[in-house]
């Protein structure tokens, strides 16, 4: 029986130098919500947010730390930098803004998505940042 | 259709994966955030981005399969990562264009 207690906790270093094999957090994210039976629809929605907010950290804020926490209604994610933090959220939250170094977007990033698709695929999501201190994101996808 | 009834029938070069898989759709692009946002699930994804994080979001947005156009190939270490995580990968000399419009008539056959 699953009790409201019942959460599932997992915590991940995300490397700061390596952007070619970046998203290896929310790629093992996906095989274990499989293994613990969520929808498609979750994973999808979990995974591709986490991956937005992993890539972020590795390509702008030189990495960080990314914990999950499941629990039978709600899946938490938690994304948390030292990196430069962002000046500006609200520019930062539309679609086509970036900051991406051209040797970053010759990798297919740059293209300003990462932010809103975080937004767009999670039930509610919340920056805390500051200039020099790092950035932490928080989102929750209802299963 | 199949995976491999579209590849016999477009001449695709077969990389690695399975391909007894029904696709539904076609999706282009190679800003890997946009694909993120608009590709659907089974979706056949064009591109001519070939590093590892082309597996990763192949892996995340569950298409169907990675449609290389123009003959790009793959790096090592992403045809590695993509027989790990057992993503379906095709190639093609012909441009996004081309295979778009190929895909199109191959549907009407
Ligand atoms: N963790 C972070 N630390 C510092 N700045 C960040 C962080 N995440 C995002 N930003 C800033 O916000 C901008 C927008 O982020 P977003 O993810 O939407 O786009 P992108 O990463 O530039 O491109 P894409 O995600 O489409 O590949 C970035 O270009 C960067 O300036
Ligand atoms: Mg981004």
Request: include cysteine; charged fraction near 25%; proline fraction near 2%.
């Amino acid at each position: 029986m699953i009790s409201v207690d019942d959460t599932v906790k997992f915590h991940f270093d995300v490397d700061g130098e390596n952007f070619s094999s970046a998203g290896e957090a929310s790629i093992i994210m996906k095989k274990s919500l499989r293994q613990l039976g969520f929808p498609q629809n979750v994973i999808r929605r979990v995974t591709i947010a986490m991956y937005e907010g992993e890539i972020n950290m590795v390509i702008h804020a030189n990495g960080g730390q990314a914990d999950v926490e499941i629990s039978p209604d709600e899946i938490k994610i938690v994304l948390e930098d030292s990196g430069p933090g962002i000046a500006d959220v609200d520019l930062a939250m539309q679609e086509g803004y970036s900051t991406a170094k051209d040797n970053i977007r010759a990798l297919g990033f740059g293209a300003g998505m990462g932010l809103p698709n975080m937004k767009k695929y999670t039930d509610s999501m919340e920056i805390e940042t500051e200039i020099g201190v790092g950035t932490k994101i928080t989102m929750t996808v209802k299963t | 259709m199949r995976l491999d009834q579209l590849a016999e029938k477009l001449d695709l070069k077969h990389i690695c994966g399975s391909t007894d898989r029904e696709y539904d759709g076609v999706y282009a692009g190679d800003l890997l955030s946009w694909v993120m946002s608009n590709a659907s699930a089974d979706n056949i994804w064009i591109t001519i981005m070939s590093n590892l994080n082309v597996i990763a979001v192949a892996s995340l947005t569950e298409v169907a399969c990675v449609l290389l156009a123009e003959d790009v190939t793959l790096s090592d270490e992403a045809l590695k990562a993509a027989e790990e995580k057992n993503i379906t990968v095709f190639s093609s000399g012909k441009t996004a264009y081309e295979l778009c419009v190929a895909i199109a008539k191959a549907e009407e056959e």
